[in-house]
């Protein structure tokens, strides 16, 4: 256990140090996004919902992408898939090879394959899952390190998957809150990869509420340093935020969790997309890093 958190902020974390990174992500336009079922309980086929204003808002996202610098590639949205612009499902993608997705639900298992023959014609080298597995919503690589939720979507086997594929470290996480089914509702990483020399640099922010006991005691020994996010920040799905190592693409809602950003020296940018959360979905749902090799790992 750490007593780190009481040190000094500006100790810990030394503002204006934070490097951005080049990221390439894959993002699907949600040109047919509805909720006409509920596999989340974020999802409520009763309310309304607007796919104009989907559209809009996920457009705000892509165009801060770019402002920012960093490649986005798109994947065509299939009409029937209104969950595919959650492409943070799609598969799980380091040094050019893809980990496809196995769908827990029939409502998204054609995604599986749909993101599949993307990844291929796009000249990534595919992993053919056999475990359950939602791709990086489950899985989110912080240094060498894989963290792999279960609980509700991904299987424990995939995690053992995961780990034959990749040949990394995987770190099995339980998720105990059903609004946070996914690990990236509940961990932001924030600098995914290690500073010069081999040091340590790689930190997440986490919702501890959403572990068990024994996953909260392994991030706590792990991330010292971690953001620990507030209840009402990680119920706005502040936490489902894509970060490039200086800007973090965060909910305007998540106030708290945008305060403690900048007291580390990041850059919060505001990104509206409520509509989205109506699918159970935000952020970092709709965007997929794609992790080629050498020129994304810079
Ligand atoms: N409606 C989708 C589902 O329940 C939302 C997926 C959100 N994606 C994520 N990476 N958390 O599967």
């Known amino acids: 256990m750490s007593t780190q ?15 951005q990174q080049h990221r390439t ?15 989340n309980p974020w999802m409520e086929p009763a309310n309304p919902t607007d796919t104009a204003k989907a559209v809009a808002q996920w457009q705000t996202l892509y165009d801060a992408y770019v402002a920012l610098g960093h490649d986005v590639r798109l994947i065509d949205a299939i009409p029937g898939l209104p969950d595919m612009v959650y ?4 598969g799980f993608v380091i040094d050019g090879v893809a980990y496809g997705a196995k769908f827990r639900f029939a409502e998204r298992a054609p995604e599986g394959p749909a993101f599949m023959d993307w990844f291929r014609a796009s000249g990534f080298d595919v992993a053919e899952p056999v475990e359950v597995n939602e791709g ?20 424990g086997d995939s ?13 099995s996480l339980n998720l105990v809150d059903p609004r946070f089914y996914h690990l990236d509702t509940a961990i932001s ?32 020994d ?8 507030a209840d009402e920040d990680g119920a706005v799905f502040g936490l489902n935020s894509a970060s490039d190592g200086f800007n973090v693409l965060i909910s305007p809602r ?22 989205l959360l109506l699918g159970g979905g935000g952020i970092k749902c709709c965007t997929l890093e794609l992790r080629h090799g050498q020129e994304t790992t810079r």
Request: aromatic fraction near 8%.
């Open 222 to 229: 792990r991330y010292p340093d971690a953001i620990r996010v």
């Open 159 to 171: 995690h053992r998957e995961l780990g034959d594929v990749f040949g990394r470290e995987v770190v």
């Open 254 to 275: 998540a106030t708290g969790f945008e305060a403690q950003l900048r007291e580390r020296g990041y850059n919060p940018v505001l990104i509206d997309l409520s509509e």
């Open 87 to 90: 492409t943070a499902n799609g």
């Open 136 to 155: 990086e919503g489950d899985f989110l690589l912080v240094g060498d390190t894989i963290l792999a939720g279960t609980g509700f979507r991904s299987t």
């Open 25 to 39: 992500y894959l993002m699907c336009r949600p040109e047919h996004f509805t909720v006409s079922y509920t596999i």
């Open 5 to 19: 958190n009481t040190a000094p902020i500006a100790e810990a974390t030394s503002p204006g140090t934070r490097i």
């Open 189 to 220: 990483v924030l600098d995914p990869v290690e500073g010069p020399g081999g040091v340590e640099k790689a930190n997440i922010a986490y919702l501890p509420a959403a572990f068990d006991a024994p996953s909260r005691g392994i991030l706590e």
